[in-house]
């Protein structure tokens, strides 16, 4: 698994989401060609770990960016839904429905080239909880190095893509 912490001590967001919202390209667990991006809570902050593989090149050595805005993306959304989850008095692993957040806007700022590689690290801070929106400001760091930063306004999935269900 692509995740600092053995799956034996963190639970990741995306593994509670229904089967029908877990296609995504970037966090689905069930897009077998997808990236199976994973984020968990550590303390106040949320963490995503993933290794870019080759065909993530941009040039020789560095990662495209359209990966770097896809981890913020998936990242930042997968923390709106921990975030809800959590002002409602809910962990992971209880009985109730995570809620399902979808992307409203998404601005990334590329800071240094991200290598090829090596794992790349999203961190992410929850700036703000409404009742149907969160705001997120993610970075993504490669052995330390701040390589890129991110915010996502995050929003509750719309009745058309859920049939009603939260």
């Known amino acids: 698994m692509q995740h600092e912490i053995s799956a034996d001590h963190v639970l990741f967001v995306q ?3 229904p089967d029908d919202f877990s296609w995504c390209y970037g966090c689905g667990r069930l897009n077998e060609h997808g990236l199976q991006l994973k984020t968990y809570w550590n303390g106040d902050e949320t963490v995503s770990v993933y290794v870019p593989r080759p065909e993530h090149t941009a040039i020789p050595g560095f990662v495209y960016g359209g990966l770097i805005a896809s981890l913020v993306d998936c990242h930042s959304t997968g923390s709106a839904s921990l975030a809800l989850y959590r002002r409602d008095g809910h962990e992971l692993g209880d009985p109730d429905p995570v809620p399902r957040c979808v992307t409203a806007s998404l601005k990334v700022d590329f800071v240094k080239p991200t290598p090829l ?8 801070k929850i700036i703000e909880v409404g009742r149907k929106k969160v705001v997120v400001q993610s970075e993504v760091f490669v052995e330390g190095v701040l ?3 991110g915010e996502v306004v995050a929003v509750l999935a719309p009745d058309t893509m ?5």
């Open 15 to 17: 593994d509670f989401y």
């Open 117 to 124: 590689g090596q794992p790349i690290t999203t961190r992410g």
């Open 147 to 149: 390589c890129a930063r």
């Open 162 to 166: 859920t049939g009603g269900r939260k």
